[in-house]
């Protein structure tokens, strides 16, 4: 029996009876991370990793059945043995191990391998059938390493300051930015962040995480002096929006994985683009698999196709498996200035 098959609801482990971020209402879920394509609304009940707790119930509700684990520990349930292991994705965010009648399956939810300082690096966990995301799926996604993408983001804030003009750079609200944040150079001027990323800062600051103090943007008048030395964390989407416009002279940018392709900077209007994702790239999902040891690997949402054919060329029995995860990497929707927590 294989312990993870699709179902229309999500991905789901017939032995336990419950599903891993089901997109779909469920009564028993298993969340890997708090974006919003993994952790919806509507479920009865909902298992998770302890670190990511604050964030989820911030998320979907402080009202939800939600009962947590520690990285490591096991949970018997109907005579499958599972536990969370960090997927270095986010705060919170885990790799699910699932133990039954002798076979080990892990589904790695969304995961990066290289550590970032803001969430429990990525753990290898040794396992017979591996799910894994491909969202970068493609031998020309090799990301440099994160320091050197953090310098070229102080090196632009500080030429821009030079100037006085106001750096705004784009980023996801809920983990990139905090990312960014934990490695600026609080020297260069003050920190302004849109509504949708504070509220999110404070739940890796209350988790033991040092972020730089942010200032929410709607609280600088539009003719502050501060505002020329500032640089401004917001959401994608904002990019094309009215509220960017209070900054008057500025210089924008975006930090994304898909910086990496030529033409995406230009089509996205940025004068700048910092190729920095919270996904794995090639190297790394083709190391993420290789430590797992697994001989069967199970390829979800991204460039599904290339890798499962090179993981079939290196003799490992590889297949895909439609799911209806998105792509965190580029907010399609506009994100409102408020205090809820948006993802």
């Known amino acids: 029996m294989d312990l993870v098959i699709a179902r229309p609801e999500g991905l789901y482990c017939p032995p336990g009876d419950f599903y891993i971020d089901p997109w779909r209402p469920v ?9 919003s394509d993994h952790a919806r609304r509507g479920n009865q009940h909902y298992l998770a990793a302890a670190p990511g707790a604050g964030i989820l119930r911030a998320q979907l509700g402080q009202n939800i059945n939600l009962q947590t684990l520690p990285y490591g520990e096991q949970l018997l349930h109907h005579g ?15 790799q699910v191990r699932l133990e039954f009648g002798g076979e080990v399956w892990v589904a790695s939810g969304d995961y990066k391998t290289e550590p970032d300082g803001t969430c429990a690096p990525f753990e290898p966990v040794r ?8 969202m970068f799926g493609l031998p020309i996604y090799r990301w440099q390493p994160q320091a050197q993408i953090l310098a070229e983001i102080n090196q632009w804030w500080r030429a821009n300051a030079a100037v006085d003009k106001t750096s705004v750079l784009l980023c996801h609200a809920f983990g ?24 999110i800062n404070q739940f890796y600051r209350q988790s033991g995480i040092h972020l730089p103090p942010t200032i929410y943007a709607r609280e600088v008048k539009k003719q502050d002096p501060m505002m020329r030395k500032a640089l401004v964390l917001a959401p994608p989407a904002t990019g094309t929006s009215n509220w960017v416009r209070r900054f008057g002279d500025y210089s924008d940018a975006l930090a994304s994985g898909w910086m990496r392709l030529r033409g995406t900077q230009r089509r996205h209007g940025v004068d700048r683009g910092f190729v920095l994702s919270d996904h794995a790239d090639w190297p790394g999902l083709l190391w993420a698999i290789e430590q797992s040891g ?9 460039s599904i196709g290339v890798l499962v054919r090179h993981l079939r060329e290196q003799g490992l029995d590889a297949m895909g498996l439609r799911t209806e995860y998105g792509d965190d990497e580029n907010n399609a929707a506009f994100e409102p200035e408020s205090t809820e927590v948006q993802a």
């Open 80 to 94: 499958v043995k599972l536990s969370f292991h960090p997927a270095g994705h986010m705060l919170g965010s885990a």
């Open 27 to 35: 009564e028993r879920s298993v969340i890997t991370h708090a974006h």
């Open 176 to 199: 990139k930015a905090q990312r960014v944040l934990h490695g600026l150079d609080t020297s260069l001027g003050p920190i302004l962040v849109h509504g949708a990323v504070e509220p």
């Open 127 to 134: 396992c017979h059938t591996f799910i894994t995301e491909s």
């Open 294 to 302: 697994a001989e069967r690997v199970k390829v979800t949402h991204g």
